[in-house]
């Protein structure tokens, strides 16, 4: 299983960022194969459409889950439509994250936050 | 002669000051701030005609599409996004730029087009007024300026801007051929002032400055105009008398003491601004 996490840094002691279009990185925790991929996350520096561009690439690399803090509605439709389980948590880091995730104390995300627009077109 | 109306911040005064001087100049009106176009409710024109503004989109045809994902990195807007093998289009993030058909392979997408607002044209008092109506939720307002400035015929017009100095602006002064800045002696309409200046000195044509609310006395806008060199067309005082008429609806032109004003104010705007 492959677990997103949006995140301000690339290791195991940074913190969840709570946004999801323009966090920093995803850090994705492969559980099967045991390994840790760091994504730096595209959409961040773009004018508009960052959340949609943060979830291109998180359902390129197949991921089963994402744990952040909000997802705005056009990332929650893209989520949801691929079958991606998506869960809210706060801002600890990210060691407390996964342990609060496979204790399942995380809430699932069924609604999505509200819009942010980025830059004027 | 086109002249555009832009302000920097909003509420200064540029629907105030456009509405008036197309009637003191006898200059058709057009109103560009197509997010909440006001000037109508002022000049009260008959309308008689309205248009749709239209935008293309691309349509996915899902059996020639492979999901090959190629559309979806070309997109400069995020507009697209692939799912379950399937490639979705998010139509409010899309620019209709057509990138997209041109990079497909499988000859997958068309481009059908959606209404995104209005344009609506009339008369009063000879003059002839349009406006751009932008529909609720949409967020691009850029094609109904294109649509309401590309087809103008020769005359002279008064282009009430949108506020702010974003591409909405920017696009309404690439049809220009002068621009009076509407500003108040504050410290956000001396902030603002300045990024509208920059934009426009960027389109190389003749502007100058009128300043709203005014106190009469050597503020910061006066200040400011001074050092830069910047002409001042006039100024509209910081009246009682003046906010009544005009939140009422009614014309400050028609209004006997109000008028000079005004007249000034075209005399000067045809100076500053190199008419004829």
Same mark, same amino acid.
């Given at each position: 299983m492959k677990i997103a996490i949006s995140t301000t840094g690339k290791n195991s002691d940074s913190v969840l960022d709570m946004?999801? $279009?323009?966090?920093e990185y995803f850090q994705i925790y492969d559980t099967k194969a045991g390994k840790i991929i760091i994504l730096e996350n595209k959409g961040r520096l773009s004018s508009g459409g960052a959340g949609i561009a943060a979830s291109n690439q998180l359902i390129d690399e197949k991921v089963d889950v994402i744990i952040t803090g909000n997802l705005g509605p056009n990332a929650f439709e893209l989520i949801a439509a691929e079958g991606i389980k998506a869960y809210k948590c706060k801002s600890i880091a990210i060691n407390s994250v996964l342990e609060k995730y496979n204790n399942g104390e995380l809430e699932e995300i069924t609604i999505s936050g509200p819009a942010h627009h980025g830059g004027h077109n | 002669m086109n002249i555009a109306v832009l302000s920097g +911040? $909003? $509420?200064? !005064?540029k629907t105030t000051v456009s509405t008036n001087l197309a009637l003191a100049l006898q200059a058709n009106y057009i109103d560009c701030d197509v997010e909440e176009p006001n000037g109508f409710l002022f000049l009260k024109p008959s309308i008689e005609k309205t248009e749709q503004v239209m935008v293309e989109y691309p349509v996915m045809d899902d059996k020639k599409c492979v999901a090959c994902r190629e559309c979806i990195k070309v997109c400069q807007f995020h507009a697209l996004a692939k799912v379950k093998d399937k490639v979705i289009l998010f139509e409010k993030l899309c620019h209709g730029c057509g990138a997209c058909k041109i990079i497909c392979k499988y000859d997958a997408i068309i481009y059908n087009q959606r209404e995104i607002g209005k344009i609506e044209t009339g008369q009063t008092r000879n003059i002839h007024c349009s406006r751009g109506i932008l529909n @609720? $939720?949409?967020?691009?307002?850029v094609p109904v300026i294109k649509k309401l400035l590309q087809n103008i015929s020769e005359g002279n017009y008064i282009i009430d801007c949108p506020p702010g100095t974003s591409c909405n602006v920017v696009n309404t002064l690439r049809y220009v051929d002068g621009a009076i800045l509407v500003t108040e002696p504050s410290e956000f309409g001396l902030h603002d002032l300045k990024i509208a200046v920059e934009v426009v000195k960027m389109f190389q044509i003749p502007f100058g400055i009128i300043i709203n609310k #005014? #106190? !009469? +006395? &050597?503020n910061i806008i006066r200040q400011y105009c001074k050092k830069e060199n910047i002409q001042i067309i006039g100024a509209i005082p910081y009246s009682k008398e003046i906010a009544q008429v005009y939140s009422k609806g009614d @014309?400050?032109? &028609?209004h006997f003491k109000i008028k000079p004003i005004f007249k000034k104010l075209a005399n000067r705007s045809k100076e500053v601004l190199q008419w004829n």
């Open positions: 946004r999801f $279009g323009r966090c | +911040k $909003g $509420g200064t !005064g @609720i $939720g949409e967020p691009m307002a #005014d #106190d !009469g +006395k &050597d @014309i400050l032109y &028609d």
